[in-house]
């Protein structure tokens, strides 16, 4: 993921028309990479309503991340209960932490979890901070991503399905690129500084206009870059992916 990147002017002419219609969204990151992660994993198949009363839950029953780690699988399940799956992910949680503790207990360290999560992704190009959390135990691209994104501002695209469905509607990447490599394709055609707002604006069109089922291409502010909808080229597509 380079730091300079000059988009298409396909992409430049799509990122303008949804700052248009949606406004430029602000990230607000905390810095908090290991709570992000943890968010996110609690996110997962349920609402964001659901996952923030249990990630609520869990740091009030268990203030440290190391106290977390150490309590039986059970306590830990019973305090994010209230997100959903908590059977699954309670142990996939204490994984991630696990693994962190090891590694940190190889390179001798002595620092909390959270400070030792930071450090190592801080030292990493936002590329290698990605495969970093992507070789965590039960972490994918989009949970890698975001964690990089929201919690660090660094420009990781998350691929969602709204984002997936848009982006090859629109052309913006091919055809046949998968969610998983998508995330790998936007590093390269996207200008760093584009990256949150665009993700967070391709959600709100996928949602309110771009449906999975009969999408609102008569009323969309994208009809004329869409390749879906027979308006640009193929010629006019981002060619690098
Ligand atoms: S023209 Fe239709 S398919 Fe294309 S982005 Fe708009 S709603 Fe989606």
Excluded at 92 to 120: F, H, M
Excluded at 134 to 148: D, I
Excluded at 216 to 222: M, W
């Amino acid at each position: 993921m380079t730091s300079s990147i000059t988009p298409t002017a396909h992409l430049e002419r799509v990122y303008k028309l949804l700052v248009a219609a949606y406004g430029e969204p602000r990230n607000e990151p905390d810095y908090d990479p290991l709570g992000g992660l943890v968010g996110t994993i609690l996110s997962q198949h349920t609402s964001d309503i659901n996952s923030e009363r249990a990630y609520k839950q869990l740091i009030a029953t268990f203030p440290t991340w190391e106290e977390v780690r150490d309590a039986p699988t059970d306590q830990v399940a019973e305090a994010i209960r209230s997100g959903g799956l908590a059977n699954i992910k309670a142990p996939r949680i204490q994984d991630v932490l696990l693994t962190l503790t090891e590694q940190q207990r190889k390179q001798e360290g002595k620092k909390t979890l959270s400070a030792y999560l930071s450090d190592e992704l801080g030292k990493r190009s936002t590329e290698e901070a990605w495969q970093y959390l992507r070789n965590l135990p039960g972490v994918g691209p989009k949970t890698a991503a975001c964690v990089l994104m929201f919690n660090l501002n660094r420009p990781a695209m998350p691929v969602d399905t709204h984002v997936h469905r848009v982006s090859r509607r629109l052309g913006l990447i091919g055809a046949k690129v998968s969610a998983d490599q998508a995330h790998l394709v936007y590093a390269k055609i996207t200008p760093p500084e584009w990256v949150y707002p665009l993700h967070v604006n391709l959600i709100t069109h996928g949602r309110q206009v771009c449906h999975a089922q009969r999408p609102a291409c008569l009323d969309c502010t994208l009809y004329d870059e869409c390749l879906y909808a027979g308006s640009i080229t193929p010629q006019e597509m981002n060619t690098s992916n």
